[in-house]
């Protein structure tokens, strides 16, 4: 009794986190396709982008280089972002299943995703774990989409909701408790300086690959650690 009791109790506290996900992912969801509309892209593209790439940060990034005219970069910068997939997919490659469950597991693999997989240790539940978060991501980002689009095609000015604030502030959320550990915060800044002082001088999505620069402090690390 008491077993099932845990269970139950574990499984709700999964749907807890799911809805709790859900509602951020429709917020940036929603800021995606509102910006899209404002750069004056067709509205057929936030709506392509979010059901066949589903890449999150990448399709900030790709929609900001196409409006400014630079496809080659844009294509470039989703595949430099998403090869972190690579890695994913090695450490939980057996949770998707085989055939036509991994195909689509494939695909609703994200950082979320795969960050609520890992963290369960029992098989079955890592399997439960990963479609839920996945499917759960993957229908709330294409939903904040469409709002995004209707509210920023109806309003003209998606500033004006505060939507050009949401992915940013998701991301800030996300990284905060990474940067407490030294290196990680030091690359961080080396990286956000580096963008910053490359933005007067190269065009529109440079300064933010330049910023893996700031990676380049990882081996005076290595360095001292071996020393």
Known sequence: MRTIQRTQ???????????????????VGASFGAITIAYGL?????????????????????????????????????LLLNARHIPFGLAIGSTMGTGWRRLVGT?????????????????????RTYWLMGITLFTSWNLGTALGVLLGS????????????????????LILPSLRDRAT???ALTGTAIAVLATPFLPAGLPVLCALLGLLTLIRFGRRRES
């Open 42 to 78: 067709p509205t057929w593209v936030p709506f392509a982008m979010s059901t066949i790439v589903f890449a999150g940060g990448a399709q900030f990034l790709a929609v900001g280089l196409l409006a400014a005219g630079n496809p080659i970069a844009a294509v470039f910068a989703g």
């Open 107 to 127: 695909h609703v693999m994200t950082d979320e995703v795969v960050a609520f997989t890992l963290a369960e240790d029992d098989p079955a539940r890592r399997r």
């Open 9 to 27: 109790a574990f499984d709700r506290a999964q749907l807890r986190d799911a809805v709790a996900i859900a509602a951020a992912m429709v917020a």
């Open 154 to 173: 109806a309003v003209g000015d998606y500033e004006a909701l505060g939507l050009d604030a949401a992915f940013p502030a998701a991301l800030i959320a």
């Open 185 to 187: 915060r030091i690359v």
